[in-house]
């Protein structure tokens, strides 16, 4: 006994074979789509066939500009004049007071406004100084003479140099004596009692009159 074959089954397994051979191709396009690279040759630009156009920086010089020229100096212009050419001026001279021949001119006293010198100014520094008499030499050998070493100084071993200052009197005597630098241990007041029993100085001078100066001289201390 033979089967009679579906013709609608046929139709049918045939759809779904080509169904799935359409799927397949479909499917194998849109992949080629995805991997395929195109190349836009528009863009492409060949840097070997670039001519060189830049043209060599050179260097140059800074110039230097020399300083503009000194203005001129208009020099005055000197008009000769002849010396035999004589001025004629008229000059008129007038006077408020009559004076005739037996007029007398009454002398005018003459008063120096000049400062005066200050007896009592004690100079600093003056054109003559004041020196004892024989000299530095002779008053410092008095002073060797006179002073007696402190016992206080001597026991402490004190040795220096004291500066007394003082002011000569136009006469030549000495006052106004202090230490103004001492080494203590009774230096000091020895060195001004000393100083203070010295003989008369020669007063110094200023414009060839005797004036006050003051003075600052070093008494040594030393043990021998």
């Known amino acids: 006994?033979?089967?009679?074959?579906?013709p609608e089954a046929d139709v049918h397994a045939k759809s779904g074979l080509f169904f799935s051979?359409?799927?397949?191709?479909?499917?194998?396009?849109?992949?080629?789509?995805?991997?395929y690279k195109t190349y836009d040759d528009a863009n492409l630009v060949d840097l070997g066939q670039l001519?060189?156009?830049?043209?060599?920086i050179l260097?140059?010089?800074?110039?230097?500009?020399?300083?503009?020229?000194?203005?001129?100096?208009?020099?005055?212009?000197?008009?000769?004049?002849?010396?035999?050419?004589?001025i004629e001026e008229d000059i008129e001279i007038e006077?408020?007071?009559?004076?005739?021949?037996?007029?007398?001119?009454?002398?005018?006293?003459?008063?120096?406004?000049?400062?005066?010198?200050?007896?009592?100014?004690?100079?600093?520094?003056?054109?003559?100084?004041?020196e004892p008499e024989g000299g530095m030499q002779a008053f410092y050998q008095y002073v060797?003479?006179?002073?007696?070493?402190?016992?206080?100084?001597?026991?402490?071993g004190i040795e220096g140099k004291v500066f007394?200052?003082?002011?000569?009197?136009?006469?030549?005597?000495?006052?106004?004596?202090?230490?103004?630098?001492?080494?203590?241990?009774g230096c000091d007041e020895e060195a001004i009692r000393v100083l203070k029993a010295a003989p008369a100085w020669k007063p110094g001078k200023q414009r060839g009159k005797a004036v006050r100066v003051r003075m600052v001289i070093p008494i040594t201390f030393k043990l021998g």
């Open 144 to 156: 060797q003479k006179n002073m007696k070493y402190p016992s206080q100084a001597r026991r402490m």
């Open 51 to 56: 001519d060189d156009d830049l043209e060599e």
């Open 1 to 6: 006994m033979e089967l009679k074959k579906n």
């Open 59 to 86: 260097d140059v010089p800074l110039t230097e500009q020399p300083p503009p020229p000194p203005p001129k100096i208009q020099q005055p212009e000197i008009i000769e004049v002849d010396d035999d050419e004589e």
């Open 164 to 185: 007394v200052q003082f002011v000569v009197n136009t006469d030549g005597t000495i006052q106004d004596v202090e230490a103004i630098k001492g080494i203590g241990g």
């Open 95 to 130: 006077f408020d007071i009559d004076m005739d021949e037996d007029m007398v001119v009454e002398d005018i006293p003459f008063f120096d406004d000049g400062e005066k010198e200050v007896a009592d100014e004690i100079f600093q520094v003056v054109e003559q100084q004041p």
């Open 21 to 35: 051979i359409g799927l397949m191709l479909t499917l194998a396009i849109v992949l080629f789509a995805f991997e």
